[in-house]
């Protein structure tokens, strides 16, 4: 019977079964049977398996293949594969093609077809047609793909972006060997205090709200239509937020395919700053590694066999306080993790979406309450993500009729703000640690405002709010930038009033004495420690959440296991 009480063969074969071979549920394995390995982490991380569609297909040989490939255009005619070039290839490209096709277990018979790219094209006028633009509007083309009108200089950054993806896609997937410094650009791994805005669709504060208090302030980019807006609500013009990106003030985040930005306003952010822009393969990796290092059940590193041992492992708790959250992990993690690998290659960071904390906190929160929170949670969570991998504060979209704050704080519990006790309380509000700083918020000269507040007063903001647990410093101190703001400002009517609360798991031990957690690490804690790993199901898969908890290998986790078995049984 399955869950609901339903038969399983009937749910099987009237709910479940896809078109294929045929398949049957038994009750014994018949003789002379013979099994399938499941899938290594490698093979998954390669998209061995996939069902992938032509587009996709496209997507992954493209970006195996050199940048001189005359590679054009892929369609599947008939059960046949046909690959459009630009020029006849020489013997020794053939090889690689053949070898890009092998490596994706593409073995169907395939035709290739010289074509020029201003060949007139049935249903459009030139052969640049780019049939790839429209299927999936959050994946990302290949850079060969890209439309004529992107600039160089960010066709440049985005196939180093693509390139870094190609490299380290299988390392990431497959091991834990990957850290921030591995991933983000020096600009973006600086020590000096930063916070996240999200001006993607959300109206936008005044960016003076921020100036005095960060060293940089990183912007998720506005989508093309939404550029003006943000601007205005940031109470800047372009050239001045291009000064402030030149000063080091402002970086971007690019979460979404870059042709859904304004690629213009891109090329003269780079201009001016090189290093001010993060585009969307660096951001879900890091993504994903510091969610990892928070919640390693959500993105581990292990095959198909090891992922089902972490799922016996929640379907075994029993204990009446912690089954229903168990249970619900259990069911988002055995849907999460189907096709998890093809959604990150296909759609960068928006992938991430539905595979990290928000859906999790959806399942979550619908078992204990009957409420279905998901798509506020799932779209409120991937700020929060890109702002802990970023290690910056975040500042959820407040507006008249609608606030992502309460959302955004649910998320971000599952980083810190949890208390480490035996009862968990997965809906606890991310703890508010400093309130009451004056910030600005009008229209005085923004350039001004910026060279008014040293380096020097923001990092000393910075380090007591962050490292010191003495209110009395702390307050003397939001006095004294109070006291800086109210000189600046004289009147008191155009300033506003700040809560500010930090992402970082460091901050909020460091102010409560370490009695927070991480809320992924105590349910991963929770569940280990009611399972003997030996015994019970995959070691290996258990080891390895081990490790990631204790920012260390499986190997390790495994010897010392079985060294204090061995002292107790000694």
Same mark, same amino acid.
């Given at each position: 019977?399955?869950?609901?009480?339903?038969?399983?063969?009937?749910?099987?074969?009237?709910?479940?079964?896809?078109?294929?071979?045929?398949?049957?549920?038994?009750?014994?394995?018949? *003789?002379?049977?013979?099994?399938?390995?499941?899938?290594?982490?490698?093979?998954?991380?390669?998209?061995?398996?996939?069902?992938?569609?032509?587009?996709?297909?496209?997507?992954?040989?493209?970006?195996?293949?050199?940048?001189?490939?005359? @590679?054009?255009?892929?369609?599947?005619?008939?059960?046949?594969?046909?690959?459009?070039?630009?020029?006849?290839?020489?013997?020794?490209?053939?090889? *690689?093609?053949?070898?890009?096709?092998?490596?994706?277990?593409?073995?169907?018979?395939?035709?290739?077809?010289?074509?020029?790219?201003?060949?007139?094209?049935?249903?459009?006028?030139?052969?640049?047609?780019? =049939?790839?633009?429209?299927?999936?509007?959050?994946?990302?083309?290949?850079?060969?793909?890209?439309?004529?009108?992107?600039?160089?200089?960010?066709?440049?950054?985005?196939?180093?972006?693509?390139?870094?993806?190609?490299?380290?896609?299988?390392?990431?997937?497959?091991?834990?060997?990957?850290?921030?410094?591995?991933?983000? =650009?020096?600009?973006?791994?600086?020590?000096?205090?930063?916070?996240?805005?999200?001006?993607?669709?959300?109206?936008?504060?005044?960016?003076?709200?921020?100036?005095?208090?960060?060293?940089?302030?990183?912007?998720?980019?506005?989508?093309?239509?939404?550029?003006?807006?943000?601007?205005?609500?940031?109470?800047?013009?372009?050239?001045?937020?291009? *000064?402030?990106?030149?000063?080091?003030?402002?970086?971007?985040?690019?979460?979404?395919?870059?042709?859904?930005?304004?690629?213009?306003?891109?090329?003269?952010?780079?201009?001016?700053?090189?290093?001010?822009?993060?585009?969307?393969?660096?951001?879900?990796?890091?993504?994903?590694?510091?969610? %990892?290092?928070?919640?390693?059940?959500?993105?581990?590193?292990?095959?198909?066999?090891?992922?089902?041992?972490?799922?016996?492992?929640?379907?075994?708790?029993?204990?009446?306080?912690?089954?229903?959250?168990?249970?619900?992990?259990?069911?988002?993690?055995?849907?999460?993790?189907?096709?998890?690998?093809?959604?990150?290659?296909?759609?960068?960071?928006?992938?991430?979406?539905?595979?990290?904390?928000?859906?999790?906190?959806?399942?979550?929160?619908?078992?204990?309450?009957?409420?279905?929170?998901? @798509?506020?949670?799932?779209?409120?969570?991937?700020?929060?993500?890109?702002?802990?991998?970023?290690?910056?504060?975040?500042?959820?979209?407040?507006?008249?009729?609608?606030?992502?704050?309460?959302?955004?704080?649910?998320?971000?519990?599952?980083?810190?703000?949890?208390?480490?006790?035996?009862?968990?309380?997965?809906?606890?509000?991310?703890? =508010?640690?400093?309130?009451?700083?004056?910030?600005?918020?009008?229209?005085?000269?923004?350039?001004?405002?910026?060279?008014?507040?040293?380096?020097?007063?923001?990092?000393?903001?910075?380090?007591?709010?962050?490292?010191?647990?003495?209110?009395?410093?702390?307050?003397?101190?939001?006095?004294?930038?109070?006291?800086?703001?109210?000189?600046?400002?004289?009147?008191?009517? %155009?300033?506003?009033? @700040?809560?500010?609360?930090?992402?970082?798991?460091?901050?909020?031990?460091?102010?409560?004495?370490?009695?927070?957690?991480?809320?992924?690490?105590?349910?991963?804690?929770?569940?280990?420690?009611?399972?003997?790993?030996?015994?019970?199901?995959?070691?290996?898969?258990?080891?390895?959440?081990?490790?990631?908890?204790?920012?260390?290998?499986?190997?390790?986790?495994? @010897?010392?296991?079985?060294?204090?078995?061995?002292?107790?049984?000694?």
């Amino acid at each position: 019977m399955t869950s609901t009480g339903k038969p399983l063969v009937d749910w099987f074969n009237n709910e479940c079964r896809i078109v294929g071979s045929p398949v049957s549920l038994v009750k014994k394995i018949p *003789e002379g049977a013979a099994r399938i390995p499941e899938r290594t982490a490698i093979e998954l991380s390669l998209l061995h398996g996939e069902p992938l569609t032509i587009s996709e297909v496209y997507r992954e040989v493209s970006n195996s293949l050199p940048r001189q490939f005359p @590679l054009l255009r892929m369609t599947s005619p008939k059960g046949k594969l046909i690959i459009e070039i630009g020029r006849e290839l020489s013997n020794e490209e053939i090889v *690689e093609l053949e070898i890009a096709l092998s490596n994706y277990k593409i073995d169907i018979e395939y035709e290739l077809n010289v074509q020029s790219d201003d060949t007139p094209q049935e249903g459009s006028q030139k052969r640049n047609f780019n =049939p790839y633009i429209g299927l999936d509007n959050l994946a990302l083309l290949p850079s060969r793909a890209l439309p004529s009108t992107i600039p160089s200089k960010i066709r440049e950054a985005y196939r180093e972006d693509e390139e870094f993806w190609i490299d380290h896609r299988v390392s990431l997937l497959s091991s834990n060997e990957l850290g921030r410094a591995d991933i983000l =650009p020096r600009a973006f791994l600086g020590g000096a205090s930063s916070c996240l805005i999200d001006a993607t669709v959300f109206d936008t504060n005044n960016i003076r709200t921020y100036l005095p208090i960060y060293h940089r302030i990183i912007i998720a980019m506005p989508l093309k239509e939404c550029l003006s807006k943000a601007l205005h609500g940031m109470g800047v013009s372009k050239y001045e937020i291009l *000064e402030l990106v030149s000063r080091g003030r402002i970086q971007f985040i690019l979460p979404q395919p870059v042709q859904r930005y304004d690629v213009k306003f891109i090329a003269d952010v780079l201009n001016a700053n090189a290093s001010s822009i993060l585009l969307s393969r660096k951001l879900s990796i890091a993504s994903i590694v510091e969610t %990892r290092s928070r919640i390693p059940f959500l993105y581990p590193a292990l095959g198909t066999y090891d992922k089902r041992a972490i799922l016996e492992a929640f379907a075994s708790v029993n204990d009446p306080k912690m089954a229903r959250i168990a249970q619900a992990i259990g069911n988002n993690l055995g849907s999460a993790w189907v096709g998890m690998e093809r959604n990150i290659s296909t759609r960068g960071a928006m992938g991430n979406m539905t595979h990290g904390v928000g859906p999790l906190l959806g399942q979550i929160v619908t078992q204990i309450t009957g409420r279905d929170l998901t @798509l506020e949670l799932t779209t409120s969570a991937m700020p929060v993500e890109w702002a802990a991998a970023l290690h910056s504060t975040y500042f959820p979209f407040e507006g008249k009729n609608y606030s992502t704050y309460p959302h955004a704080s649910l998320c971000a519990s599952m980083y810190s703000g949890v208390r480490n006790s035996p009862t968990v309380n997965p809906i606890k509000d991310f703890q =508010p640690f400093v309130s009451g700083i004056l910030t600005l918020d009008n229209d005085a000269p923004i350039l001004e405002v910026d060279s008014a507040f040293s380096p020097r007063d923001i990092k000393q903001l910075a380090d007591i709010l962050n490292h010191t647990s003495d209110e009395e410093d702390r307050q003397a101190l939001i006095d004294k930038t109070n006291e800086k703001i109210r000189q600046y400002e004289k009147n008191s009517a %155009r300033l506003n009033r @700040l809560d500010i609360f930090s992402l970082g798991g460091a901050a909020a031990g460091a102010l409560t004495g370490n009695i927070y957690l991480p809320l992924g690490i105590w349910i991963a804690q929770y569940i280990l420690s009611k399972s003997d790993p030996s015994v019970d199901f995959g070691g290996r898969a258990l080891d390895w959440v081990r490790g990631v908890n204790a920012y260390t290998s499986a190997d390790v986790v495994l @010897l010392s296991r079985v060294r204090n078995k061995i002292n107790r049984n000694s």
